[in-house]
Nanobody, 123 residues
Framework: QVQVVESEGGSVQSGGSLRLSCKVS????????VGWFRQAPGEEREAIAA???????MYADSFQGRFTISRDSVEKITYLQMNSLKPEDTGTYYC?????????????????WGKGTLVTVAS
């Protein structure tokens, strides 16, 4: 059974940084891709970044530069480093994992989802 568990989020001041982690278990051969998504209050979910099993990363345009996705394949943890945070980055952040990264991953996500973790950026 695949499980996707995000770390606890938190509250930071504008301009600060925060790192989220996502622990994935259940893919017996360790082959899977992971994506991070965000849903701001009153908004639709949006894709942030994804990382292939081999380590190549893809970013949604609006997050390129401030956010970095990385992966520790041994520990099966995927990280999202968020820098220069702004109040508009406030929202619930979700991790999603799947065997394959579909071409429309930004819209559809992946097969398995975590419960989400709240990030609040104060002005």
């Amino acid at each position: 059974q695949v499980q996707v568990v995000e770390s606890e989020g938190g509250s930071v001041q504008s301009g600060g940084s925060l790192r989220l982690s996502c622990k994935v278990s259940g893919f017996d051969d360790g082959t899977y891709s992971v994506g991070w998504f965000r849903q701001a209050p009153g908004e639709e979910r949006e894709a942030i970044a994804a990382i292939h099993n081999g380590g190549s990363a893809m970013y949604a345009d609006s997050f390129q530069g401030r956010f970095t996705i990385s992966r520790d394949s041994v520990e099966k943890i995927t990280y999202l480093q968020m820098n220069s945070l702004k109040p508009e980055d406030t929202g619930t952040y979700y991790c999603s994992a799947g065997r394959e990264m579909r071409p429309d991953w930004k819209q559809s996500g992946m097969d398995y989802w975590g419960k989400g973790t709240l990030v609040t950026v104060a002005s």
